[in-house]
C-alpha cells in the first residue's frame, strides 16, 4: 500500500449502544466520508467516497454480500480476483483488495484440503501416546480396543450431526453459530467464553508439548530432558505456526496438507513393521485379549476421555466453513473420508505396536511409538520420533487454524473484542484472534502440564458437544423449513447427546472432584461479562483508542468494511 496505516485509520473509532463498532475508515485528503452499513456483522463504517457509487444499493441491510462473502443464508459463490477479471487467486499473498471490495475470508478450502484439516488435526500425539494411558483403564487389551473403535464410531456420528449444522449455518464458528441458531445470545457467549480461553488454547498447549517433548528427546539419550528446554522449544512452535496462518491461508493449508501427508507416511511405516512381526508369529500378546480386570463405569467413562483425546479435532472443518468451497458438498465429503481413515489407521497402529511389545511394556514407556521404533526399526529407529514431531506440528497448525475463526466469528457478533473479529487487509488472515490464542496458549505451556489440561479440555468439551447435538434436534422442530443439503437421520444426534451426558456425568458420579466443579462455575462465570458488556451493551470509552492501535499495529479491518486500499 502506498497510502500508510496512520492515513488509513486516521478517524478514530465509535460505538453503538448495542456494543457493535461503527469503524470510521478515512482515507487522507477527504473532509467528508460516506457512511455505509451492514446489519449482519455489526459493523458500520465510513470511507473515502471516490466513485460516486450509491453504497446503500450495494449492501442495502446487511443481507447482500459482495464477491461470495458468506452471511447466514448466502448462496456459495466461486472466489474470484477482485480485479474483476474472474481468475481464480492462487498467491500466497492477496494482491489488495479493488476499489468499493469487501474485505472478507476467501474460499480457499477443498476437499483434498477438507481431508487433511480433519485428519492433520485428529492424528496428533494422541495414538503415539494414549493407547498405554488406556490400557491402564480399562485392565484389557480386549475393552482398550473396542473403546478405540467406539470413539472413532462417536466421533463419526458426532460429525455427520455436525455437518447437517455446517451446511445449514455456514457461518464460521461451529458450535457458537449453531448455538445461536437454537437458543440465542448467552449460551453462545459461555461457549465463545470458555473455547476461547480454555479449551482451544489448552489443545494447542498439550499438543505443542508433546511436539517438544519428542523434538527435544530426539537429542538427549540418557536423561529426561530439561522442562525448561522442552517448554521452550514448545512456545517456538507456536510462534512459527501462528506466523504461518498470519502469513496466508493458502500457506497455512499447504502446510497443513504436506504435513498431513507426512504423518501419513509415518503411520505406514507403523503398520507395515506391526504386519511383519505378525507375519512372523509373533501373536501371543493378541490372545486371550479379555483377561484381566473388569472396569467400572467410570473408569470407562474415564478411558473414553483418553481415546477421544486422539481422535479431538472431528469438529474443526466446522470452525472454517466461510472459507470451503462449495460446503454443501465438501464438508459431509471431507467427514465421511477423514473419520474412518483415522479410525482404520488407529485399529491398526494399535494391533501393530501389540505385535511389537506385551500390554505391560506399553503401560511402562512413556513413548509407546519410539519403544516400537527402537523393537522393529533397528538404525531407523530415529524415524519414530522425526514422525511425532512432525505428527503433533500437523495437528497444532490445523488446531490453531480452526481456534482463529471461532473468535472471528464470535467477536463480529459482538460477544467478544472487536479487534478480534479483524482480518489483515491484504493477507485475508483473521491476525488478531489468532495471536490472541496463540497468547493464552503459550501462558498454558508456560504455567500447565499435559495431562491436567487433558482432564479438564475432555470434560468441558463435551458438555459443548452434547448442546451441539440439542441445538440440531430443536432446531429441526423450530426451523423446520431451514434449508439443509444434509440431513443426518435423527437417531444420530440422539445418540451422540446419550452419550455425551454419560461422559460428562460418570466421572464425577465415579470419583468427584473439585475440578469438575471449578470447570463449571468457570463456564458459569462468563454470565458475569456477559450481562453488562453483550446484553445492555455497555462499551468502556477506552477500548476505542485501544482497537484503533491494534488496527494500526496489526494492519486489519472489520470484514464488513467498504475500505479502499492503493
Same mark, same amino acid.
Given at each position: ?60 441491510? *446487511?443481507?447482500?454480500? #459482495?464477491? !461470495?462473502? @458468506? ?5 456459495? +459463490?466461486?472466489? &474470484?480476483? /477482485? ?68 470413539? *472413532?464410531?462417536?466421533? #463419526?456420528? !458426532?460429525? @455427520? ?5 455446517? +451446511?445449514?449455518? &455456514?457461518? /464460521? ?86 504435513? &498431513? ?306
Amino acid at each position: 500500500m502506498r497510502s500508510s496505516i496512520s492515513q488509513l485509520f486516521s478517524a478514530a473509532t465509535d460505538h453503538d449502544a448495542g456494543g457493535r463498532n461503527a469503524h470510521q475508515l478515512q482515507a487522507a485528503g477527504t473532509g467528508t466520508p460516506t457512511q455505509c452499513t451492514n446489519g449482519y456483522a455489526g459493523h458500520s463504517g465510513s470511507i473515502k467516497d471516490v466513485s460516486k457509487t450509491d453504497w446503500n444499493s450495494r449492501i442495502g441491510d *446487511g443481507t447482500a454480500q #459482495l464477491n !461470495g462473502t @458468506l452471511g447466514r443464508g448466502t448462496s456459495e +459463490t466461486a472466489e &474470484t480476483d /477482485s480485479s474483476g477479471t474472474g481468475g481464480m487467486r492462487d498467491a500466497l499473498e492477496g494482491p489488495g483488495s479493488a476499489q468499493n471490495d469487501a474485505i472478507h475470508l476467501k474460499r480457499r478450502v477443498g476437499l483434498f484440503s477438507g481431508v487433511a484439516l480433519i485428519v492433520g488435526t485428529m492424528i496428533g500425539s494422541g495414538i503415539f501416546v494414549s493407547p498405554s494411558g488406556l490400557l491402564v483403564r480399562t485392565g484389557s487389551i480386549g475393552v482398550s480396543f473396542i473403546i478405540w473403535m467406539a470413539c *472413532g464410531l462417536l466421533s #463419526l456420528l !458426532g460429525a @455427520l450431526a455436525y455437518a447437517e449444522l455446517g +451446511t445449514m449455518n &455456514t457461518s /464460521s464458528g461451529a458450535e457458537w453459530a449453531y448455538f445461536m441458531d437454537a437458543f440465542g445470545a448467552w449460551p453462545a457467549f459461555l461457549f465463545s467464553w470458555v473455547s476461547t480461553l480454555v479449551l482451544k488454547p489448552s489443545q494447542m498447549a498439550i499438543i505443542c508439548l508433546s511436539f517438544a517433548q519428542y523434538a527435544v528427546e530426539a537429542f538427549v539419550s540418557e536423561c529426561d530432558p530439561p522442562l525448561s528446554v522442552v517448554k521452550m522449544v514448545a512456545i517456538l512452535a507456536i510462534v512459527s505456526i501462528l506466523f504461518v496462518n498470519c502469513y496466508s491461508v493458502n500457506l497455512g493449508m499447504a502446510v497443513q496438507n504436506v504435513f &498431513t501427508s507426512a504423518k501419513l507416511i509415518a503411520v505406514l511405516i507403523v503398520i507395515c513393521g506391526g504386519a511383519y512381526k505378525l507375519c512372523q508369529g509373533n501373536t501371543q500378546h493378541l490372545q486371550n485379549a479379555f483377561s484381566g480386570t473388569t472396569p467400572s463405569l467410570g473408569a470407562i467413562a474415564t478411558a473414553f476421555y483418553t481415546g477421544l483425546w486422539a481422535y479431538d479435532g472431528w469438529n474443526n472443518l466446522n470452525y472454517v466453513t466461510e472459507e470451503i468451497q462449495n460446503p454443501s458438498k465438501n464438508l459431509p465429503r471431507s467427514i465421511i473420508i477423514g473419520i474412518p481413515l483415522v479410525t482404520l489407521c488407529y485399529a491398526l497402529i494399535n494391533v501393530s505396536y501389540l505385535a511389537a511389545m506385551s500390554p505391560t511394556e506399553m503401560i511402562e514407556s512413556e513413548a509407546v511409538a519410539v519403544t516400537f521404533g527402537n523393537r522393529i526399526l533397528g538404525v531407523m529407529a530415529w524415524l519414530m520420533p522425526l514422525s511425532v514431531t512432525i505428527s503433533t506440528f500437523g495437528s497444532a497448525n490445523g488446531t490453531l487454524f480452526a481456534a482463529g475463526r471461532l473468535c472471528f466469528a464470535a467477536s463480529r457478533e459482538g460477544h467478544l473484542l472487536d479487534i478480534l473479529s479483524y482480518v489483515h487487509v491484504r493477507r485475508l488472515t483473521p491476525a488478531p484472534g489468532l495471536i490472541f490464542h496463540s497468547l493464552i496458549a503459550g501462558a498454558m505451556v508456560l504455567y500447565g502440564t499435559i495431562d491436567s489440561l487433558i482432564d479438564f479440555f475432555s470434560f468441558t468439551a463435551w458438555i459443548f458437544y452434547g448442546g451441539a447435538m440439542v441445538a440440531l434436534i430443536v432446531m429441526r422442530y423450530t426451523k423446520p423449513n431451514y434449508p439443509r443439503p444434509y440431513k443426518v437421520p435423527l437417531i444420530i444426534p440422539i445418540l451422540v447427546m446419550v452419550i455425551s451426558g454419560y461422559l460428562v456425568a460418570a466421572p464425577i458420579i465415579e470419583k468427584p472432584q473439585i475440578e469438575y466443579l471449578y470447570a463449571v462455575l468457570f463456564i458459569l462465570a462468563g454470565l458475569i461479562f456477559y450481562v453488562p458488556f453483550v446484553h445492555y451493551g455497555y462499551h468502556p470509552k477506552f477500548m476505542d483508542n485501544v482497537t484503533l492501535f491494534f488496527q494500526m499495529l496489526f494492519e486489519v479491518v472489520p470484514t464488513t468494511s467498504m475500505a479502499m486500499f492503493d
